[in-house]
């Protein structure tokens, strides 16, 4: 929900997601925009933040009740994210665990697996990693390294990864490994650990970045790791890339979704500040370059919420195919980042303090080009529709 367009309701969104924007973004501005400073110095959210938001019934909504979800579709799932975005947020990991680590879950895993995990994803007790990215290998996920060697009725694991959201909260990790490394994405599977008080299991540094300093992003290692092989996700070898295959629509997508959503929340900061700073006796607004950016920017951001309610549409009807989510995740980080840039500089110096959410915001947007699949990636699936 936001100034910018008052009346603005997706053409998808129901009368009981119209309650839940209503109700997530109360939440967010209360309990997550105040806290944004902190979780930057200490390079994490508070880790009762995660039940917080369980407590507040946002976690995990398509899954159905039984499991302690909502029986929701992803409309609801969107709306978390929008009004997340919308709250100037770039610390909480909820797309990692209720977006894309929940969904896994719940698409690929047996009904055991889903009856002893789900529930505690939904209630904030158990927060979810998901352990693909490896040094050297980037978007390249059939080149992994890290092996899954069965033992009677274990895997051991060996390998590490890098660049891994919510590597500090995370309580099960789903881990993409090569149970037969001879056989190239035929020998990928999904292992999930659970990782309290796993012998071999090392958080390895905080990683620094460029921006969402408040995301426990970090490297992770394992060591002759013993994991049950009653935890291999779906119970059958080498069906890995074909699940990531599956669900890296619905990430590219929620990227899409953040990045819209993220300019949006630019626009609105920009608009505040310059109808309240003065420059030579007058409001920034009121000369005609600050408008005309401005216009231009605000006309950008309704074409990506069209094409973003289309794309949700889309995942809600089962018809979201893998190059219509690259094109909102193309067009929406790029987006992101060519809005962001023209607001903050409406800020002029003061655009480039951390302490001001524009400045936050223009950091968090540029790795939006890069993970879930760089933009180069993005364009090479598109072109193969041609």
């Known amino acids: 929900m936001s100034d910018l367009f008052p009346d603005y309701r997706a053409p998808w969104e129901t009368d009981d997601q119209a309650m839940l924007r209503k109700h997530a973004a ?5 309990e997550a925009t105040p806290n944004q400073e902190r979780w930057a110095q200490q390079h994490e959210v508070d880790r009762g933040f995660w039940n917080k938001v369980g407590d507040a019934g946002l ?29 100037g947020d770039s610390a909480f990991g909820y797309g990692v665990h209720s977006t894309i680590g929940a969904h896994y879950l719940s698409a690929c895993g047996t009904e055991e697996q889903q009856a002893r995990w789900l529930p505690k994803t939904a ?11 490896e040094p050297g290998t980037g978007s390249d996920l059939q080149a992994v390294r890290t092996t899954a060697v069965r033992d009677r009725d274990d895997y051991v694991i060996n390998g590490s990864k890098t660049f891994i959201s919510n590597g500090t909260h995370c309580d099960l990790l789903i881990i993409v490994a090569k ?27 905080v990683l620094r970045k460029v ?41 590219r997508l929620s990227i899409g979704i953040v990045g819209v959503a993220a300019a949006e929340a630019a626009v609105v900061e920009a608009v505040r500040y310059a109808k309240e700073r003065q420059a030579f006796g007058k409001p920034v607004l009121d000369f005609q370059n600050t408008k005309f ?25 089962g018809t979201l195919d893998a190059a219509t989510a690259s094109m909102a995740k193309l067009w929406g980080s790029e987006m992101q980042c060519r809005v962001v840039d023209r607001c903050l500089q409406i800020f002029g110096g003061y655009g480039y303090m951390m302490e001001y959410p524009i400045a936050q915001m223009y950091t968090a947007a ?16 598109i072109a193969r529709t041609l």
């Open 179 to 205: 149970t037969d490394p001879s056989l190239g994405a035929k020998g990928v599977s999904l292992i999930v650990a659970e990782t309290e008080g796993l012998a071999g299991f090392e958080r390895g540094r």
């Open 211 to 251: 921006g969402q300093h408040g995301q426990d992003t970090r490297e992770l290692t394992f060591v002759d790791m013993r994991v049950p092989a009653r935890n291999l996700l779906g119970g059958a070898e080498g069906q890995g890339f074909y699940q990531l295959m599956n669900q890296l629509p619905r990430e």
């Open 123 to 133: 209630t904030g007790e158990s927060v979810i990693a998901i352990a693909m990215t």
């Open 293 to 317: 950016v401005l216009a231009e920017c605000k006309t950008e951001v309704l074409a990506g919420k069209t094409l973003i309610d289309h794309c949700i549409q889309r995942a809600i009807d």
């Open 366 to 381: 540029r790795v939006q080009k890069i993970y879930g699949g760089t933009n180069e990636i993005m364009k090479e699936l």
């Open 59 to 87: 976690l995990c909504l398509e899954l159905p009740e039984h499991y302690g979800g909502s029986g929701g579709n992803f409309g609801h799932d969107a709306i978390v994210q929008q009004e997340l975005a919308l709250a």
């Open 26 to 30: 109360e939440f967010f501005r209360r």
